[in-house]
């Protein structure tokens, strides 16, 4: 006879884990909300333009990608290993930095 279990299986579950957390109150969720990220990101291009290169490699990550890294760096204290390790496990970082269904993270 097969045991009960209360843990139960869905192909949906990593939607179900998000609304659950979006009905909890994300912060991420929050901070989103005060701080507009793209006028962030078209300042910091100004600033520090990124060097155009036609001969190849890696393509850079989007600048807004990568100021909200450093946000969620600065504001969790996290060292660059504990980030990349973070966005690889943490689907609420991954989503916040728009790397929801992205299979590489920054390194």
């Given at each position: 006879?097969?045991?009960?279990?209360?843990?139960?299986t869905d192909l949906f579950a990593d939607?179900?884990?998000?609304?659950?957390?979006?009905?909890?109150?994300?912060?991420?969720a929050d901070i989103e909300s005060h701080?507009?990220?793209?006028?962030?990101?078209?300042?910091?291009?100004?600033?520090?333009?990124?060097?155009?290169?036609?001969?190849?490699?890696?393509?850079?990550?989007?600048?807004?990608?990568?100021?909200?890294?450093l946000v969620l760096k600065r504001l969790?204290?996290?060292?660059?290993?504990?980030?990349?390790?973070?966005?690889?496990?943490?689907?609420?970082?991954?989503?916040?930095?728009?790397?929801?269904?992205?299979?590489?993270?920054?390194?």
């Amino acid at each position: 006879m097969k045991q009960r279990s209360a843990i139960k299986t869905d192909l949906f579950a990593d939607e179900h884990h998000r609304k659950k957390i979006d009905s909890l109150g994300d912060p991420l969720a929050d901070i989103e909300s005060h701080i507009d990220f793209a006028a962030l990101a078209a300042e910091v291009d100004e600033v520090a333009p990124r060097p155009v290169s036609a001969q190849g490699g890696r393509p850079p990550y989007p600048t807004e990608t990568m100021v909200r890294i450093l946000v969620l760096k600065r504001l969790y204290n996290l060292s660059d290993e504990q980030m990349e390790y973070q966005l690889l496990d943490r689907m609420s970082y991954k989503r916040f930095c728009g790397l929801a269904n992205a299979t590489n993270v920054p390194d």
